[in-house]
């Protein structure tokens, strides 16, 4: 109910209120007034009567008999009545009992609101002698029709006076709605639909004086508001540049780089083929570095390496490009539209100035960078992508290596049916590297506690025209994915052999399980080795521990085979997977690498010193050895 209603409403029934107060307080007035004069006519009447009945003229019978009949036949008494002094009635007139002709009020009045019963007696004396006593009883007939006349008028003026009021309140809020409606809620209006800098229209003049000033105020208000417009939406901006920027550095901040992501994913619809890339890298060390150098050299060195970076991105990108700090160590920037190659390159390229801006950490070398990449889809969940982001982070950290840990997306969306435009140019580079031979093998020299006339190898892509070739890191992965991993490991594989031959030592090759997985793998590289066994027998295979524990058959399997052929095994990553200490003894590896973590945590964990010391006695029985100087 609006407040207009309720202030009507409340008037109504004060209003009411008093009406109904009014005519009762009138009405019993009116009794009141009655009562007291046929009190006053009977007292009156027989003081008169008694005095004319004392006297000696009157008082013979019969002529106190006339005048009480005359007395009686007025109309004016109920009952009229001589007594003796004993209290014997003499003389009694009295009218009938039924309802008197002359009384036009109804009975139900009658019941409502009786009169009182008015009665007086005097006394006859004839000096000091007593002759009797006059009682006179006056009627209610004329009174009471007064009564009802008056009681009539009195209602029909108040139930009058309310009809009035009702139609007066009816008219007052159809009045009060149309100048609301016409001098506030219209300028209301035009306030709200007015765009900024536009002026409401003049002040009309309302017929209440209240309505004109509210008018007033409200065109005031806006004039302010409109004022003030300007330096709150300047405020707002520089606000939103301090919450998206970072403090030390001057890049975007978290809040930035999720907003940006998120509307990357969400503007597009899926399979329109925007898809794009997101690269984060840490700083790990940076704990460390707080502890050697002053905050001001360290914040120095933040900045500088955040402007080379975002230097060599809008060189590559354009001047849209930015980079965000997402916490202390963790750095990011979103690659939209650009396809896997061009992406890997871009963060090749990051990842060589960061490896050129690394700090010196006293007797522990250099501080280390970890860096990972990966796609998303438009449509595509913010919490995948940085989950994926999070998981290459991981796999970046146990692996050790310095190159950018590539970690693409494994579910496909059903309205897409692939990975759209990053995946069809993954499949055309590897494709044709394959046809056209665009592979090689970088090697160098890994001395470790197993050998010291030992090479790593690594297959590198050289695309023609490309300024840098492509690590297997970066590519494997997609390869992986699209099922041709296990045709770049036989690429690695023959090229270590062709290496072997014309180069003096050992060479350990790296062989992805997913190759292992393949059918046809184990029986191309078995091919391979038959026709060089000499080189073979200096040919080492490096196995992830996990595919031992997670593919206990087909690793077996291809351990025999490669044995069969005199090559020798490797494995790696083995704190990360303790349970492959039940199956050395089925591959019997000429070493097990141990990473640096449980390194480290022997110092205070019993476990990891009584793991690495079973580790130990293990490798001592099927005659391997313990690499505790490599990091995986």
């Avoid at 409403?9 to 007034?33: C, E, K, M, N």
């Avoid at 036949?73 to 002359?102: A, H, K, N, Y």
């Avoid at 006394?123 to 002698?129: I, K, R």
């Amino acid at each position: 109910m609006s407040l207009l209603r309720q202030l009507l409403l409340s008037v109504t029934l004060a209003i009411l209120v008093i009406l109904a107060g009014t005519t009762i307080f009138s009405i019993g007035s009116a009794r009141q007034y009655l009562d007291a004069q046929l009190q006053g006519q009977s007292d009156s009447t027989a003081t008169s009567l008694a005095l004319t009945l004392s006297q000696p003229s009157n008082q013979d019978p019969t002529v106190r008999e006339l005048l009480l009949s005359v007395l009686f036949d007025s109309g004016q008494f109920q009952v009229v009545e001589f007594l003796d002094p004993t209290g014997r009635i003499l003389i009694r007139r009295e009218m009938g009992d039924g309802r008197d002709d002359r009384v036009t009020a109804p009975d139900w009045f009658s019941h409502l609101l009786p009169l009182e019963r008015h009665e007086a007696q005097r006394q006859v004396t004839n000096g000091w002698s007593q002759l009797g006593v006059v009682r006179l009883q006056a009627s209610d007939a004329y009174a009471r029709n007064a009564l009802w006349d008056s009681t009539a008028r009195i209602v029909s003026l108040t139930v009058g006076a309310g009809i009035l009021w009702g139609l007066f309140v009816a008219m007052l809020m159809r009045w009060l709605r149309r100048a609301l409606q016409d001098d506030v809620t219209a300028r209301v209006q035009a306030m709200a639909q007015a765009a900024a800098g536009d002026e409401l229209p003049p002040v009309r003049h309302p017929a209440m004086v209240e309505l004109r000033e509210v008018a007033q105020i409200i065109t005031h208000a806006h004039q302010r508001v409109q004022a003030t417009a300007a330096e709150h939406q300047s405020r707002i901006e520089s606000l939103e540049l301090e919450l998206n920027q970072d403090a030390v550095t001057g890049l975007a901040n978290r809040k930035y780089f999720i907003n940006e992501l998120r509307r990357l994913l969400e503007q597009s619809a899926p399979g329109q083929s925007e898809d794009g890339h997101v690269m984060l890298f840490r700083q790990c060390d940076l704990q460390s570095i707080n502890q050697t150098m002053s905050r001001q050299v360290v914040d120095q060195w933040l900045r500088n390496m955040g402007q080379l970076v975002l230097e060599v991105l809008r060189e590559r990108l354009g001047p849209q490009a930015w980079l965000a700090r997402l916490n202390g160590s963790d750095f990011a920037f979103v690659l939209p539209m650009v396809p896997g190659p061009v992406a890997v390159r871009v963060a090749q390229a990051v990842g060589e100035i960061l490896q050129a801006q690394r700090i010196q950490l006293g007797q522990a070398g250099l501080c280390r960078w970890r860096m990972v990449l990966t796609d998303f889809e438009p449509g595509e969940g913010l919490s995948d992508v940085l989950s994926r982001l999070d998981e290459a982070l991981m796999r970046a950290e146990s692996a050790g290596h310095t190159d950018v840990e590539y970690l693409p997306g494994e579910d496909l969306r059903s309205l897409t049916g692939g990975r759209g435009g990053g995946e069809q140019a993954w499949r055309t580079l590897l494709r044709n590297a394959l046809q056209e031979g665009w592979f090689a093998l970088a090697t160098q020299r890994n001395p470790s506690a197993t050998s010291e006339d030992r090479a790593q190898g690594l297959l590198t892509l050289h695309e023609p025209g490309a300024s840098e070739p492509l690590s297997g890191y970066l590519f494997m992965p997609p390869a992986v994915r699209l099922g041709l991993s296990a045709a770049c490991d036989v690429q690695a594989v023959s090229l270590g052999l062709g290496w072997l031959r014309t180069h003096p030592g050992d060479l350990v090759l790296r062989v992805s399980l997913a190759s292992i997985l393949h059918e046809e793998f184990r029986g191309e590289v078995a091919a391979l080795l038959a026709d060089m066994p000499d080189q073979s027998a200096r040919l080492l295979i490096d196995l992830d521990s996990y595919g031992l524990v997670a593919h206990r058959a087909q690793v077996t399997a291809f351990a025999a085979m490669l044995r069969e052929h005199g090559v020798r095994l490797g494995l790696r990553r083995f704190a990360e997977q303790p349970e492959a200490l039940l199956y050395l003894h089925e591959i019997r590896p000429e070493y097990i690498r141990v990473s640096g973590n449980l390194l480290a945590a022997q110092a205070d964990s019993p476990g990891a010193r009584r793991l690495l010391a079973a580790v130990q006695d293990t490798a001592r029985e099927i005659g391997a050895v313990v690499d505790l100087a490599a990091g995986s």
